[in-house]
């Protein structure tokens, strides 16, 4: 089955610096590649994803980069805000996906 | 991006009972419902897949007959917790795999904390 890691595990950075966060997988059959923001007790919400036929997508500060050839994918976030504070969850599904692999979580902590 | 509601949101129940949590999509239709288990600080952990109208498929380790999940619409998904116990105590969410304009992901419920006394 696909196996889903993610790096750091935390991240403490100052307000106004860039953020990276790197995940790998497994599993060459997967094409589906999102990114969940959970704020603490609140549910997972999807920020951005992205999907195999493209290498990157940006949304505002947000962007993911996505490399098939070496199996991995990352988040990036310019300009962060102290709101930006919460874990980050990568995942990757295959087409039709019937499940997503979730990494472990990162731990982002934007200090004003 | 597309809703699901979950309830109820928090439940205290005495050990031995059983639990019910419901997962609604509001505004879309979810042929595949996931149900998943988290644990403080940790990641989400897939305890099992639900197709409508047909029998839910479980993780490995995840006891069927302790979780039980019916599928009955495209918009409800239930899972019973039976004969609960306090190393149940977790936090559950619920997600519906929805049609976005590029294609289909997963929205997830707000979740529901158990805590089993």
């Known amino acids: 089955g696909e196996n889903v890691e993610q790096h750091p595990s935390t991240l403490s950075v100052q307000e106004g610096d860039s953020a990276v966060i790197k995940c790998t997988y497994s599993d060459s059959a997967s094409n589906y590649f999102p990114w969940y923001k959970q704020e603490l007790g609140k549910r997972p919400q999807l920020i951005i994803d992205?999907?195999?036929?493209?290498g990157e997508k940006k949304d505002q500060r947000i962007a993911v980069t996505l490399n098939k050839t070496a199996k991995h994918f990352s988040l990036h976030i310019t300009e962060t805000q102290p709101e930006d504070s919460a874990v980050y969850f990568c995942?990757?599904?295959?087409?039709?996906?019937?499940?997503?692999?979730f990494g472990k979580g990162t731990m982002l902590l934007v200090s004003p | 991006g597309a809703v699901v509601s979950q309830h109820p949101s928090r439940v205290i129940c005495k050990s031995g009972t059983s639990v019910k949590i419901e997962c609604r999509s509001l505004d879309f239709q979810a042929t595949t419902m996931f149900w998943y288990r988290q644990f403080p600080k940790k990641s989400l952990m897939l305890m099992a897949t639900?197709?409508?109208?047909?029998?839910?498929?479980?993780e490995q380790g995840v006891e069927k007959d302790k979780f039980l999940i019916n599928h009955a619409s495209l918009t409800l998904s239930t899972l019973t917790v039976t004969s609960a116990h306090p190393e149940d105590s977790s936090f559950y969410i619920c997600?519906?795999?929805?049609?976005?304009?590029?294609?289909?992901?997963?929205?997830f419920g707000p979740g529901t904390r158990l805590l089993v006394l």
């Open positions: 997600s519906g795999r929805g049609q976005t304009g590029g294609g289909e992901t997963q929205y």
């Open positions: 992205i999907r195999s036929n493209v």
């Open positions: 639900s197709n409508e109208g047909s029998k839910a498929t479980y």
């Open positions: 995942a990757a599904g295959d087409s039709g996906y019937s499940t997503l692999t």
